[in-house]
């Protein structure tokens, strides 16, 4: 089955700067995916997502690519802010109907 | 527009008790449902999927079991609840369109004492 691998675990920058957050898949028939934000005792909340026939997408600050040909998609938030502290979990959904999650990043942004 | 909710939303319950949740979805049909856990600072582990009454998938042994009696209506329950229980507990919904998302209920956090 599909294995997504996500990193770092744990990321933090300064309120202002940039974050990157990393995921790879191994499946080449997945063709969608999700990225997730959840706060501390709250459920995953749909940020951004990418399907396979787009290279990027773009939601004011937050930004997701797409490398089909290597296998890997990256979140990018700029301009980061105190509220983008949370945990962020990337997704990979082959044809069908499971979604593989990343294990997580845990995103600090010192003000 | 859609809508999923999960109860109880919290739950302490000792070891060796039953565990009943409930997760519906209102405003929508024949939805794929999910049942994961997250373990404290941890990553997402699915547990059951669904893509029709009657119909579950389980994707890892143990002591839980899944149940869709209606269309909208999921249940995840236990005979008896091990410490390696205890978690937050997310049920999911989505269209099962392909290139289509899943979106969670609120969450049941479960303690096992």
């Known amino acids: 089955g599909e294995n997504v691998e996500q990193h770092p675990s744990t990321l933090s920058v300064q309120e202002g700067d940039s974050a990157v957050i990393k995921c790879t898949y191994s499946?080449?028939?997945?063709?969608?995916f999700p990225w997730y934000k959840q706060e501390l005792g709250k459920r995953p909340q749909l940020i951004i997502d990418i399907r396979s026939n787009v290279g990027e997408k773009k939601d004011q600050r937050i930004a997701v690519t797409l490398n089909k040909t290597a296998k890997h998609f990256s979140l990018h938030i700029t301009e980061t802010q105190p509220e983008d502290s949370a945990v962020y979990f990337c997704?990979?959904?082959?044809?069908?109907?499971?979604?593989?999650f990343g294990t997580g990043t845990s995103l600090t942004v010192i003000p | 527009s859609q809508t999923i909710h999960q109860w109880p939303a919290t739950l302490v319950q000792p070891v060796g008790s039953p565990l009943s949740l409930e997760c519906t979805v209102e405003?929508?049909?024949?939805?794929?449902l999910y049942w994961y856990r997250q373990a404290a600072g941890r990553g997402l582990q699915l547990l059951f999927y669904?893509?029709?009454?009657?119909?579950i998938s389980s994707e890892v042994p143990q002591n839980l079991s899944a149940s869709r009696p209606q269309d909208r209506q999921f249940i995840l329950s236990s005979k008896k609840l091990l410490l390696s229980d205890s978690g937050f507990y997310l049920c999911?919904?989505?269209?099962?369109?392909?290139?289509?998302?899943?979106?969670f209920g609120p969450g049941t956090r479960l303690l096992v004492l």
């Open positions: 405003g929508t049909s024949n939805p794929n």
């Open positions: 997704a990979a959904r082959v044809t069908g109907n499971q979604f593989y």
């Open positions: 669904s893509v029709g009454i009657g119909q």
């Open positions: 499946d080449s028939a997945s063709n969608y």
């Open positions: 999911a919904w989505g269209t099962g369109a392909s290139q289509e998302t899943q979106y």
